[in-house]
């Protein structure tokens, strides 16, 4: 009987502790919040008012086994007709911000420098800035978002150097057209999976397979095009626009799979590996050293007469460092890193280059992508990483957010937000790292790339079958606008 009431009242006991493990203190008053979407996971409108191809609309028009259940973003969340909807839903929530992306064939149908500019493209986002404006929310624009203009896949896409000038072109038209009401831009999202996943697995779009030669030339290119955006709103546009841009990049936290010195120094080739790639020139200047010497060890042993990992030469060195007016993260999990052998020189790869063995927890709640394992305590160690790392810069958390099947009872988010945020807050309370704002992936279910839709994030759920994508809040959301309006992200604080 007692051992019967012990095994009853036991897991109501934990269940309860489970829930208010979280912090009880305020989010300090400059801190703010925000939700995040990116254009081709919501727009839809593939073809509307004179919108070019871009290789996402490529790959689900032209490979039926590249996306989950043929899915494609024809139509998606339908923001191209819905977005005064979308508004009042941002502004439902009550956060600060709303950041979401241009896509650049929607503005340049031809992708390519020097050709001509849809007006109606560029209506829409002045449109809806001026939407989020007029509601009280700060517009966060991402110029890139992966939805790249097939003409410029036809050429090679960012593996070929070209690509820097295409993109600068593009970036010099979206300040001309929105920079008056704009004033935070963020260059590319993730360089990281559009390199790896698009140039290197092959997982993405346009699903190229060269991993450890395409995805180095992918960021090299992508990184001078960050800096030369950089640059060209120093010279010709902050001193009137008044706005502040950076790049985001993303990482999960790798924790070292042991004590051991290697497993530990594991962790941080995988870190300087998958974070450091980007932020390391952008920061200092050029890539980390352990990936310059590893990559040019690799290739020499492999008999290449140069390295694989291309070089900056001084002059962009110094032209790179220093491109950022803050440090934008996307992270969502963690991993533990573990030392390998050096693999055999005929292995080329950038995960052989790498040398970490990297895998997930089966003790971690699942979600439902494959690749996220709900960890909250790698967000802490991971912000304390870039903080020490780069120098203790001001940090955007600019996605965070967790999957499931669906439906709108969602304590799995709820209690995934709770969680994460509380790591934040003891981050900025107790290690005094300089984190200013956060944002929630994703306002609403939306095209989750190759997975389709059958993987939701959203605050709010997206009716896909109706015609008007009819939109319901989450219990998640409720929690979100509690946790905005009182600052508490427990019942009281
Ligand atoms: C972010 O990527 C993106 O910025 C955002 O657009 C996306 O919706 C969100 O996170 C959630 O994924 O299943 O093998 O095809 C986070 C990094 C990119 C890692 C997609 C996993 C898919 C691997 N993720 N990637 S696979």
């Known amino acids: 009987m007692v051992t019967r009431l012990v095994l ?18 305020t989010f300090p008053s400059y801190f703010k919040f925000g939700v995040a979407t990116a254009s081709y996971q919501v727009e839809g409108a593939w073809n509307e008012d004179g919108k070019g191809e871009n290789i996402w609309d490529h790959v689900c028009h032209t490979n039926s086994t590249f996306i989950d259940n043929k899915d494609n973003g024809d139509v998606a969340c339908d923001s191209y007709h819905k977005y005064k909807e979308d508004v009042q839903m941002i502004k439902n929530l009550g956060v600060d911000y709303y950041r979401f992306s241009l896509s650049w064939s929607r503005i340049l149908p031809r992708g390519l420098a020097g050709t001509p500019v849809n007006q109606l493209g560029i209506n829409y986002y002045r449109n809806l800035t001026q939407e989020l404006l007029d509601n009280g929310i700060e517009p966060m624009v991402t110029m890139f978002h992966w939805d790249l203009p097939e003409p410029l896949q036809d050429i090679g896409g960012w593996p070929n150097p070209e690509l820097e000038d295409h993109f600068v072109y593009y970036a010099r038209t979206v300040f001309e057209q929105l920079g008056d009401l ?5 260059t590319f999202n993730e360089p990281k999976q559009t390199c790896q996943e698009g140039y290197g697995l092959g997982v993405m779009a346009p699903g190229i397979k060269s ?9 090299h290119t992508l990184i001078k095009a960050h800096a030369k955006t950089y640059h060209l709103y120093d010279d010709e546009f902050r001193a009137k626009q008044n706005g502040s841009i950076g790049i985001v990049a993303d ?59 291309p070089k900056f030469t001084d002059e962009e060195i110094e032209y790179i460092k220093g491109t950022h007016d803050f440090v934008a993260v996307n992270t969502y999990t963690t991993n533990y890193a573990q030392d390998v052998e050096e693999p055999d020189s005929d292995e080329l790869s950038y995960e052989s280059d790498m040398k970490v063995e990297l895998f997930l927890d089966d003790d971690w709640e699942e979600s439902a992508s494959s690749w996220l394992r709900v960890v909250p305590w790698g967000i802490r160690k991971l912000v304390n990483w870039v903080s020490k790392t780069y120098n203790n810069p001001e940090i955007f958390i600019t996605e965070n957010g967790v999957s499931d099947r669906g439906g709108i009872e969602d304590e799995n988010r709820t209690s995934f937000y709770r969680e994460y945020l509380s790591n934040i807050l003891e981050a900025i309370e107790e290690d005094g790292v300089n984190v200013t704002r956060y944002t929630a992936w994703s306002l609403m279910d939306n095209f989750e790339w190759a997975r389709g839709y059958a993987e939701k994030y959203g605050l709010y759920s997206v009716d896909f079958k109706s015609s008007n994508r009819t939109r319901t809040p989450k219990a998640s959301a409720d929690y979100y606008k509690q946790v905005i309006t009182t600052r508490c992200l ?4």
Do not use: H
């Not at 704009?182 to 963020?186: E, I, L, P, T, Y």
């Not at 427990?490 to 604080?493: A, G, I, Q, W």
């Open 8 to 25: 009853f009242v036991l897991p109501c006991v934990l269940l309860f502790e489970k829930a208010y493990t979280a912090t009880n203190r």
């Open 251 to 309: 990482t999960t936290w790798y924790e070292p799979a042991s004590g051991s010195d290697a497993d530990k120094a594991a962790a941080e080739r995988a870190l300087q590996f998958k974070f450091g790639w980007f932020l390391n020139p952008i920061v200092n200047g050029n890539y980390p050293q352990v990936m310059i010497d590893r990559v040019d060890e690799r290739s020499k042993k492999q008999g290449f007469a140069q390295s694989r990992l």
């Open 182 to 186: 704009v004033k935070f831009w963020m």
């Open 211 to 219: 991993s450890g030669i395409a995805d180095y030339k992918c960021a």
């Open 490 to 493: 427990v019942n009281s604080c």
